[in-house]
C-alpha cells in the first residue's frame, strides 16, 4: 500500500539497488499489487519471481469523512502539506537505516519552511497527519504539532478522506518520499517532495519522477508557480 519502501540516500553513488530496505528479499508471495511501473521495478530487483499486477494507487486505508470547512478556503489558493509521522528514536534504531533523516529537527523545518513562503504569497495550507497520535510519536515533534499555530496553517482531523482532499486544493508537498505526492500526481495536480536538509541524492525510481526540492529558494520559485 506504500511506495516509500526505500532508505534515504546521502550518497552519490549509490544507485536504486542499494537502498532498498533490509528484509524485502525474504518475501515469497506469489504475486504482487502495485502502485506503478516504479514500484514494479522494485519488485523486481527482488530474488523470487513472481506476478506483478499494475492497479494504480493503492491506499492502506480511507474514509468518507469530510471537512466541509474546506470549502470556505476555496476563495484562496490552497495547498496540502503531508509530513511523515515521527516516531521515538529507538523506533528507527530497531531498523538499521543508513542514514537519521526521519527527526523531529528536519519534521519542523519542513512544516516551518512551507509555512513561511506561502504566508508571504497567500497561499494556505491544510495539514493532515498521516495518522493519529500514538504513545510511539517524538514528544518533541507531538508539542510542535499540537502547539502550532499560524492564520493560513488549518489542521485538519487525520481521518478526513485523502482524496477528498485533493480534489480541494491547488497543489500538494509532501516530506520525501511519502505516497501522498504520488497520489496527488494522480489526480494531476502539482506536486512535489520537499527536502528541508538539501542532502537527500535524486534517485529516479524513488522520486518517481516527482520533483524534490532541496532548498527555499528552489521552494519559493516552486510555490510562484501555483
Known sequence: ???????????KNERFKDIVNYGWESNSWNNYFVWNAYQEKFVR??????KIHIVGPILHEDSNNKDKALLLLKKYKTLCLFDITIFRDFYYQTEGLKYSYETPINAIKFIKDVIELSSKKGIHIIFKSKRT??????PKYKLFIENFNCNNFHRIDPEISIHYILENTNGCISFPFTSTSVLAKSYKIPTCFYDPTGSLNIIKNQTQDIRLIRSKKELQTWLDLI
Not at 497520535?133 to 517524538?138: G, L, P, Q, T, W
Open 1 to 11: 500500500y506504500s511506495t516509500n519502501t526505500f532508505q534515504m540516500s546521502k550518497n
Open 45 to 50: 530487483l527482488l530474488p523470487n519471481k513472481s
Open 133 to 138: 497520535f500514538s504513545k510511539r510519536i517524538h
